[in-house]
T-cell receptor, first 113, second 111 residues
Framework: EAQVTQNPRYLITVTGKKLTVTCSQN?????MSWYRQDPGLGLRQIYY???????DKGDVPEGYKVSRKEKRNFPLILESPSPNQTSLYFC????????????FGEGSRLTVL | EDQVTQSPEALRLQEGESSSLNCSYT??????LFWYRQDPGKGPEFLFT???AGEEKEKERLKATLTKKESFLHITAPKPEDSATYLC????????????FGKGTRLHILP
């Protein structure tokens, strides 16, 4: 089954404690992206990757890092989380950047105390 | 600046009561306009892509249409299982243009 898998689905952490949200897709997609979704603000892009070792900033990259060492994986790293990073995070993938047909993961709800 | 505005923010309908959701957009050359459905606690699920004015796509009780300034998602004789948030997104034709999402319309169908 084609899918995008995120872990963890739910996480409560404290300010400053480094964490990683993993994302893996099994569709051999070139393009992967991270979004955060906040009430009243909609989906905002954090980082994206057009292929292995190619990453770029989205609209709200501050406080986040990413890496793309393998085609299937695109982890999101919060080096020193802060309460304003409390949000619902989605990983998405597509065949290429030129298509808007994104496949989304189930989401990771992060709370930073 | 590229923008996507969806209206209404929320809509409550009786089962069987047809209606339309609106997506107005401003973009420098449209590569594609996309509709997604999002259920509570889930990731968005792709529904349609529209590429040019006049194009229409259908899926079950949903039909998406496109003009040069807006798109409509028409829902005909909706059922309670059509309750969800519907997201509109656009992508410009420039090489690095991102996909920009609207804030969505929360649709609730009452039995």
């Amino acid at each position: 089954e084609a899918q995008v898998t995120q872990n963890p689905r739910y996480l409560i952490t404290v300010t400053g404690k480094k964490l990683t949200v993993t994302c893996s897709q099994n569709m051999n997609h070139e393009y992967m992206s991270w979004y955060r979704q906040d009430p009243g603000l909609g989906l905002r892009q954090i980082y994206y990757s057009m292929n292995v070792e190619v990453t770029d900033k989205g609209d709200v990259p501050e406080g986040y890092k990413v890496s793309r060492k393998e085609k299937r994986n695109f982890p999101l790293i919060l080096e020193s989380p802060s309460p304003n990073q409390t949000s619902l995070y989605f990983c998405a993938s597509s065949q290429s950047r030129v298509t808007g047909e994104l496949f989304f993961g189930e989401g990771s709800r992060l709370t930073v105390l | 600046e590229d923008q996507v505005t969806q209206s209404p923010e929320a809509l409550r309908l009786q089962e069987g009561e047809s209606s339309s959701l609106n997506c107005s957009y401003t973009v420098s050359g449209l590569r594609g306009l996309f509709w997604y459905r999002q259920d509570p606690g889930k990731g968005p699920e792709f529904l349609f892509t529209l590429y040019s004015a006049g194009e229409e796509k259908e899926k079950e009780r949903l039909k998406a249409t496109l003009t040069k300034k807006e798109s409509f998602l028409h829902i005909t004789a909706p059922k309670p299982e059509d309750s969800a948030t519907y997201l509109c997104a656009v992508q410009g034709a420039r090489r690095d243009d991102k996909i920009i999402f609207g804030k969505g319309t929360r649709l609730h169908i009452l039995p």
